[in-house]
């Protein structure tokens, strides 16, 4: 398996697995939007410096992906990255795909300065055994992602109402 950083020839491999993740994921209620998948996928390409994109291949196939933004803490100047996706094809969970794929979002984490690296579950994947290996990857559990679907609507919220 190799971990590298993902060029123009992978754009659609990596819009086949976010298609997989998106199916899979509590976002499957929402449309999936080619065009801006392909945009994101092309801004990781692009920006080198505040965005980390890695895959994970095996016998010439694309298996899983992370990507992470740099970012500053919105209390100060110190940094942090978090990441925006991670996904491997549920064909390949449970081997080193994921772990590694940690480990080199992690290496580019500390190469830029940030003081943590924030890994987190909204998409409902497996959440009990997502949380159990990121606590053996030395992860700390410290809060949680709380959800509402919301109704559209074309009244404007008020905010003073609480």
């Known amino acids: 398996m190799i971990i590298r950083p993902p060029s123009l020839q992978d754009v659609d491999a990596l819009i086949e697995l ?28 692009s ?4 965005r980390c994109g890695l895959v994970a291949e095996a016998g010439g196939v694309t298996i899983g992906m992370i990507g992470g933004v740099l970012v500053e803490y919105y209390f100060c100047s110190e940094k ?3 990441d925006e996706v991670l996904f491997v094809r549920s064909d390949h969970r449970g081997g080193q795909a994921a772990a590694r794929l940690i480990r080199g979002l992690r290496q580019w984490s500390v190469a830029r300065g940030a003081r943590e690296l924030c890994l987190s579950v909204s998409t409902s994947i497996n ?8 606590e053996r990857l030395g992860f700390t559990g410290v809060g949680g992602v709380f959800k509402m679907r919301l109704e559209s609507s074309s009244a404007e919220p008020n905010l003073n109402d609480r």
Do not use: N
Not at 26 to 45: D, G, N
Not at 47 to 50: A, C, F, L, N, V
């Open 127 to 134: 959440l009990a055994r997502t949380t159990r290996f990121y």
């Open 18 to 45: 976010a298609s997989h993740l998106h199916k899979e994921s509590a976002y499957s209620f929402l449309p999936f939007e080619v065009p801006k998948v392909r945009a994101l996928i092309m801004e990781y390409l």
């Open 47 to 50: 920006d080198r410096i505040y």
């Open 80 to 82: 942090l990255v978090a």
